[in-house]
Every structure is written in C-alpha cells, then in structure tokens.
C-alpha cells in the first residue's frame, strides 16, 4: 500500500523515505506556535532552559485580555512572554503582540509560518486547523515543554480515513456547516484517526473555508486534518510563505482504512448544542427560538469569508431590540481586511459591536463585553456550547455558521438565513 499524507510529512522529517501507519518515528518539527496563557515558561526559567530554535517559535495574545482575572491575566501573563521572548532570542516579529495579533492557530497560516509538508504544534486544543496548509498540524498541550526543549516529539504513524468530496456548496453555507456535518456523520468512527481530503470539489473551497474545516478536527473526534497543497493554496500562500517547502500527496493507492464521499451541494446549515457539541440538526429544528445574544467571531469562525457573509445578512438591516451581537475578526490582518472592504461600516449600522480581535465572546476569561446571564440564550459561531463557557452556567448556547447568527440576531430568534441572503456586490 502506498503512502498517506501524513505518512509521508512524518516519515520526511524523521529522515525516512517508506512510512507505514503503525510506524513508531521522531520526527522534527518545524514549528510551534504558542497562545498567551502558557505553563513551561517558569519551567523554562526555573531550570535556565533553551527552546530547540528560537526561530521556530512563535507567540500570539489571543486569550487573555482580562487584566486582572484569571490565572493567564493579561497584566502578568503578557509581561512574561515578551521577557521570555527577549531572553530566548526569540525575534520580535515572532511575537505577535496587539496590533499584529489574532488566534495562534490562523497567525501561522496567515503570516505564512505553517507550510506545506510541514510539522506545526501548537498549544491550543484547535492547532489542527493549520491542517488547512497541507501540513500535520496537531495540538501539543502538556508535552510542548518537552517538543520545545528538542524540537521533537515520538509519533506513531496514524490511520487515515479519506473523505472526498465534489459538487459546490450551496451560497450561505461554509466550514462551519462542514464541520458540523462531520461531526454529526463521523463523529463515532473516526476515534482518534486523520482525516485527509480529496476531490474534485476541493477547488470550490478557500483557505479560509479549509481552516474552519480543520478547526473542527477535536471536535470530529480526530487527530488532525489534512488537506492537499492544490492551486487554491499555492495562490493564497503566493508573497506569504516564508521560506521554501515540499508539499505532501498521498499516493494513489493510499493505505486509508475508509473513504467517506460528499457532494457538497447536499450540505445545509446546521446548528449544534445546546451544552453538547455533538447535538447537530437541521436550523429548521429550532427554528424559532428567541435569542438574547449573538457571537460572530473565535478560532472556528471571524475570517473574512465569515465576516463577508454575515455583512450580507446585515447590510441594510438592524439587530433585533432584543439582542445583542458582538462581532470579533480572528485577527488583525482579518480586522484590516474588513475595514477597508467596508464591513466594519456594515456591523456598526446595523447596531453590532465590534471588539478587538482574538477569542471574543468564545469563553468568559476573555475581554469581549459578552457575558450570558440566568436563563439567557445565545447563537454564536464559537468552537464550542459547553455551560458556562460564556458566563452563567444556566444560559444556553447554540452554534451556528456566520450567516445562521447573523440572520437570528437581525430576527430575534433563531432562523434559517436563506431569506437574509444578498448579493453583496449589487447592494454596495
């Protein structure tokens, strides 16, 4: 049987040319990417340690903003980093501080730091969205001191499952409702595997698409997700990539242990929770719910593309009365590219606040002024619906794509967006 994805992205960077799944290897690795509340730093200091290549770490604020709250506050947790960073040689530029910040899972493929045929860790549960730049990407939680200290990490060579896909998606559908479907299909078989795409219908998805696919990875119960390095990222990583890089194919007689087809145009937007992310159904079976508040924006959703959507449900249009929706770009590229292109005009007319990019409303720890009370329901993108993730653990969470929340904001209620829709173009 021939060779996966990642069979061949871990088998390179260990120095091997035939990888097989069930293959015990050290590969290297060629990043790491870091959010700002981090636990080896005083183990670092403590023991006067050395990261393996200060070139290859990266750090991005993007959780803790509260100043005085929590154990990651920002006041003591930010200071940390920078000294760290200096200390290490870490460059500056690798530090994403405000004003260059956003998740640390989109920074890497934005800024052109995760590649293909690479290995990216990151110390947040949604790393494997960088998966999206045809590189294994995969979190590394308690093990990044180890990884950061040997720029190593033993793996063994995981069981892949192929999904393929073809035909388009349907206009206001996206990653989101991908991911959902997944989960919702998948959810029970995948149990720990990688999931590698393929297909025709795989030029019909953008990079930012691809990410919220992959942002999904945890949630869908696999290891990582991988997608080809096709034209669609060879344009977007044109002028971004920083260095040279050697993409991964599978080869055509892959040893996958199942393959999963999907026409695209079959999905529709889904809604999960609440409490529990693997509660996924049609919008239509909630349809009607009254809402308190809405949340456009965390690692799952707050690109471009999410951010383009949901102008076209509100463009000309006011937030309910009743509801209250905040809206937070990924990041700051993301923040620039929203402004210029007029959105930012959009939201704050139809009576939506804005906040600075990072987390957003996703969980309470963060700065976002969105904090669900008793008995309050809310729609959001956010990666995830547990109680209390985004304040009273009586409130109720839904998920939703960019165009479900946007539309429900504007309705008071939980709706299906296909009415709200617009040609963005035509009413600019």
């Not at 006041?75 to 956003?102: C, L, M, S, W």
């Not at 719910?289 to 951010?307: H, P, Q, T």
Request: with cysteine; net charge negative; proline share 6%.
């Amino acid at each position: 049987m021939g060779q996966t994805m990642a069979a061949k992205i871990l088998g390179r960077r260990a120095g091997k040319t035939d990888t097989h799944t069930g293959d015990v290897l050290l590969p290297s690795i060629d990043l790491m990417t870091c959010l700002d509340g981090t636990t080896f730093i005083d183990a670092f200091n403590a023991d006067k340690l050395r990261v393996w290549d200060p070139e290859r770490v990266i750090f991005c604020f993007d959780h803790g903003f509260q100043p005085d709250w929590m154990p990651v506050a920002a006041v003591t947790e930010h200071p940390k980093i920078r000294k760290f960073a200096r200390d290490q040689g870490i460059p500056i530029e690798n530090v994403h501080d405000y004003g260059r910040n956003g998740l640390s899972h989109q920074i890497p493929v934005e800024q052109g730091w995760a590649l293909p045929g690479t290995i990216c860790m990151g110390t947040d549960t949604q790393s494997s969205t960088m998966g999206a730049a045809n590189c294994f990407a995969m979190p590394c939680m308690y093990g990044a001191d180890a990884a950061l200290l040997t720029g190593k990490v033993w793996m063994q060579v995981p069981e892949c499952i192929q999904v393929y896909v073809t035909g388009s998606l349907p206009h206001g559908v996206n990653g989101k409702d991908v991911g959902y479907r997944l989960i919702r299909d998948l959810g029970d078989v995948v149990n720990g595997r990688v999931i590698e795409f393929a297909g025709p219908g795989l030029a019909g998805l953008s990079v930012d698409v691809r990410m919220a696919i992959c942002n999904a990875a945890v949630q869908v119960g696999a290891l990582t997700m991988i997608f080809p390095a096709d034209q669609v990222l060879a344009d977007y990583l044109d002028g971004r990539a920083r260095s040279p890089f050697e993409p991964a194919s599978p080869d055509p007689d892959a040893d996958y242990v199942a393959r999963y087809d999907y026409d695209l145009a079959t999905f529709e937007n889904l809604v999960a929770g609440p409490h529990e992310i693997s509660l996924v159904r049609p919008v239509s079976d909630v349809a009607g719910l009254e809402i308190n508040a809405a949340n456009i924006g965390s690692c799952a959703s707050g690109r471009l593309s999410d951010l383009a959507l949901a102008a076209e449900v509100l463009r000309g249009r006011r937030v309910h009365p009743d509801v209250r929706l905040f809206i937070t770009p990924i990041s700051a590229e993301t923040a620039d590219q929203a402004e210029r292109a007029g959105l930012f005009r959009v939201f704050l007319d139809a009576g939506a606040t804005i906040t600075q990019p990072g987390c957003g409303g996703c969980y309470s720890g963060n700065l976002s002024p969105l904090k669900l009370g008793d008995g309050e329901r809310c729609i959001s993108t956010s990666v995830e619906t547990l109680k209390g993730r985004m304040g009273s653990q009586e409130a109720e969470i839904y998920l939703g794509s960019a165009a479900v929340t946007a539309a429900s904001a504007v309705a008071g209620k939980i709706v299906e967006p296909t009415s709200y829709l617009q040609d963005l173009e035509a009413t600019r």
